[in-house]
T-cell receptor
C-alpha cells in the first residue's frame, strides 16, 4: 500500500523567512496530494492540495510543488508569520479515495 | 449539521472492555473516514465509507475493530476487548467529492480514548 514519508519532523525558522517541508510517496498511481495544518489541540484542516496533472500550485504565501518522476512533493511557506506555527501533514491518495498521511512536521516560527 | 460531530469527546475505559465511538458527518457528505492519531504522529487511516458500504477497510488493525454506517450518515466505530495500545485520538472526517481526484476532508474534533 501507499507509504508517505515526511521531513523534517521539526523545523524552526525566523519570522519572515521561508519554510520548506518535503514528502515522498511510494505508490506511483497516487495522483492527489493534500496538505493539512493542525494547530495545537485542534483538528487538521486542509490548506492546499495538488493533483498530478500540474507541477505547482500557489495560494498567497503557500505553494506546493510536485515531481511525479521522483515521487516527491513539497510545501513552501514564504514570509512566515507567528500564526504559521503548527503541525503540517502531507498526504497522498489515488483519485482522492484512501488518503494516507505522513507523520507530520512541527513548524516553529521564531520571533 | 454545521460540522462533523464526534461523541464522546473523551472516553476512559478498562482493558478488555467494549467501546463505541460515534461520528455524525456533515449533512450530504457521502464519504466518511476514520483515522487514529497517536501523540506526535500523523492520522493513521482505518476505514472509509462511500455511502453505506465500507469502500476500504484495509487500515483496521485487527478483528477487534469494526465500523458501520447503516444509513449512509452516522457511523460508529466499535472496538472489542480494548487494549492499552488502542489509546489514541480517533478522528472522523467526511467529504463531498466535488471534482474528480480532489477530496477535501472536514475533520471532527476527535474522540480521545484512554485504555487503563
Amino acid at each position: 500500500g501507499e507509504n508517505v514519508e515526511q521531513h523534517p519532523s521539526t523545523l524552526s525558522v525566523q519570522e519572515g523567512d521561508s519554510a520548506v517541508i518535503k514528502c515522498t510517496y511510494s505508490d506511483s498511481a497516487s495522483n492527489y496530494f493534500p496538505w493539512y495544518k493542525q494547530e495545537l489541540g485542534k483538528r487538521p484542516q486542509l490548506i492546499i492540495d495538488i493533483r498530478s496533472n500540474v507541477g505547482e500550485k500557489k495560494d498567497q504565501r503557500i505553494a506546493v510543488t510536485l515531481n511525479k518522476t521522483a515521487k516527491h512533493f513539497s510545501l513552501h511557506i514564504t514570509e512566515t508569520q507567528p500564526e504559521d506555527s503548527a503541525v503540517y501533514f502531507c498526504a497522498a491518495s489515488i483519485s482522492g479515495d484512501k488518503i494516507i498521511f505522513g507523520k507530520g512536521t512541527r513548524l516553529h516560527i521564531l520571533p | 449539521g454545521a460540522g462533523v460531530s464526534q461523541t464522546p469527546s473523551n472516553k476512559v475505559t478498562e482493558k478488555g472492555k467494549y467501546v463505541e465511538l460515534r461520528c455524525d458527518p456533515i449533512s450530504g457528505h457521502t464519504a466518511l473516514y476514520w483515522y487514529r492519531q497517536s501523540l506526535g504522529q500523523g492520522p493513521e487511516f482505518l476505514i472509509y465509507f462511500q455511502g453505506t458500504g465500507a469502500a476500504d477497510d484495509s487500515g483496521l488493525p485487527n478483528d477487534r475493530f469494526f465500523a458501520v454506517r447503516p444509513e449512509g450518515s452516522v457511523s460508529t466505530l466499535k472496538i472489542q476487548r480494548t487494549e492499552r495500545g488502542d489509546s489514541a485520538v480517533y478522528l472522523c472526517a467526511s467529504s463531498l467529492r466535488q471534482a474528480a481526484g480532489a477530496n477535501v476532508l472536514t475533520f471532527g474534533a476527535g474522540s480521545r480514548l484512554t485504555v487503563l
